[in-house]
């Protein structure tokens, strides 16, 4: 993966995966603290021990293919630049998972487009409920598509113009927090 | 520099694409519009299927084609990522592969606008994961 918003997306459809229909995502920045990094948390299935003891074997998945990389790829490029994967996760309950890098660790990757990340996800599931919230040092930017459902009033998520609006809304919001 | 947008300017939006179209009937009856799936798994990702999937609903977009884009996980044709699953209306779906940028165009203007074939189609049930890994 070239970005941390790609590892994003990717534990992301995890979420999605696990049928979870509330699934929260929060990134951030800490300049003081010399980190970085992402937590998404879901209402989905959740894991049982067996499938927990199992996330960091890359042959290890549930899906209908050979391999299950998102886990243990993730777990290797965050441990590699200095921070940590934490896995939490109860049966019937749901799943969080938090990656953090060190800040100015030479072997992290960029964290990249999280817009385009953010974007492809509400494309492509809008039924579901998203929450996002940015984090650059002490300042915060949050949404949630129940407050856009609600102003929407029926009128899809998905529709490209209310897309757009969207976009541009978060980066907007976004880039005002990086000033 | 310009305002910050907000709720208030969503719920204007709503109210002027209210007012002039029925979205509501269209996304009711997706099976009369084109429908695409782009495949998401983790490889998939690391390919580019992120850059594929919003390329595909900008341009789709601009181009005034009406389509439902969503995403699906591995479809098994794992050597030729990012993959994509196109279906016309009234058509079988069809699987390309390499769906770059440049494919995508390709494949909006000559398969979606036109029925015409484009290189980069994966005969369905050919040569998926099951048949190379065993
Ligand atoms: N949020 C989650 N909720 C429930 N189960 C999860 C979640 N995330 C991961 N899992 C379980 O852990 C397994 C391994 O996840 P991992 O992301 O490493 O691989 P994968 O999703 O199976 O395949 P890949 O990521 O390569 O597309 C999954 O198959 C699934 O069973
Ligand atoms: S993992 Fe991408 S198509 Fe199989
Ligand atoms: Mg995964």
């Not at chain 1, 990656?99 to 599931?125: K, N």
């Not at chain 2, 979205?23 to 099976?31: A, F, G, I, T």
């Not at chain 2, 484009?118 to 099951?130: D, L």
């Amino acid at each position: 993966m070239k970005e941390i918003a790609l590892h994003i997306l990717d534990i992301a459809q995890n979420s999605v995966n696990a049928g979870a229909g509330e699934i929260s995502i929060e990134v951030w920045k800490n300049e003081k603290d010399n980190r970085t990094g992402f937590r998404v948390r879901d209402n989905g299935k959740g894991m049982d021990l067996e499938t927990l003891n199992r996330l960091n074997d890359p042959f290890f998945t549930t899906g209908n293919k050979k391999t299950g990389l998102g886990i243990p790829l993730l777990r290797q490029h965050a441990e590699a630049a200095g921070g940590i994967l934490h896995v939490e996760s109860e049966i019937n309950k749901g799943t969080l998972i938090r990656a953090e890098f060190e800040l100015d660790h030479l072997d992290r990757q960029p964290m990249g487009d999280v817009l385009s990340t953010l974007i492809s996800l509400l494309r492509a599931y809008p039924e579901r409920e998203w929450l996002f919230s940015y984090q650059v040092n002490d300042r915060e930017y949050s949404f949630n598509t129940r407050d856009i459902k609600t102003e929407l009033d029926g009128l899809p998520v998905s529709h490209p113009r209310v897309i757009r609006f969207i976009r541009d809304m978060l980066q907007e919001n976004m880039d005002a927090l990086s000033k | 520099m310009g305002k910050v947008k907000t709720l208030d300017d969503l719920r204007k939006l709503k109210d002027e694409l209210k007012s002039k179209t029925s979205l509501r009937d269209k996304s009711e009856h997706p099976e009369s519009m084109v429908q695409i799936k782009v495949a998401m798994a983790t490889c998939c990702i690391a390919s580019g299927s992120r850059e594929t999937i919003n390329y595909l609903a900008d341009e789709l977009e601009k181009r005034n084609i009406e389509a439902v884009v969503t995403q699906t996980g591995c479809m098994g044709y794992c050597y030729a990522e990012p993959t994509i699953e196109v279906t016309l209306p009234g058509k079988e779906p069809i699987i390309f592969g390499y769906v770059d940028e440049k494919k995508a165009d390709e494949i909006i203007e000559k398969y979606i606008r036109n029925g015409e074939l484009v290189e980069g189609i994966i005969p369905m049930n050919y040569k998926n994961i099951e048949d190379t890994t065993k």
